[in-house]
């Protein structure tokens, strides 16, 4: 069974910067693709950021485009988001996802898609 545990939400002022982490257990890192999706109040899922090849091929929806990077540690089993000059649209509870299918992989769109999630980490950005 694969399980994923977020941590590093915060709230933080706008133009600032934090680090997401996604602690993965039950499979190895690098056979699959994986990413980060948001969900503010309101509105809908918004895929974020994804990886995949163990962790060669990255991929980002325009509106972090920039200012947000993925990445993993195959060693750690781990997965990052680090996202500078944060905004406060970008304040949202943050996913990890995670898919052993490769047509889910490429495409931001897809990211919440995948099947196996975690249960999110607050983000609050304050202007």
């Known amino acids: 069974q694969v399980l994923l545990v977020e941590s590093g939400g915060g709230s933080v002022q706008a133009g600032g910067s934090l680090r997401l982490s996604c602690a993965a257990f039950?499979?190895?890192?690098?056979?699959?693709?994986m990413g980060w999706f948001r969900q503010a109040p309101g509105k809908e899922r918004e895929g974020v950021a994804g990886i995949y090849g163990g962790g060669g091929s990255t991929y980002y929806a325009d509106s972090v485009k920039g200012r947000f990077t993925i990445s993993q540690d195959n060693a750690k089993n781990t997965l990052y988001l680090q996202m500078n000059s944060l905004k406060p649209e970008d304040t949202a509870m943050y996913y990890c996802?995670?898919?052993?299918?490769?047509?889910?992989?490429?495409?931001?769109?897809?990211?919440?898609?995948?099947?196996?999630r975690g249960k999110g980490t607050l983000v609050t950005i304050s202007s």
């Open positions: 996802a995670a898919s052993f299918q490769a047509p889910v992989c490429g495409s931001t769109t897809l990211i919440p898609r995948m099947a196996y």
């Open positions: 039950g499979y190895t890192y690098s056979s699959i693709c």
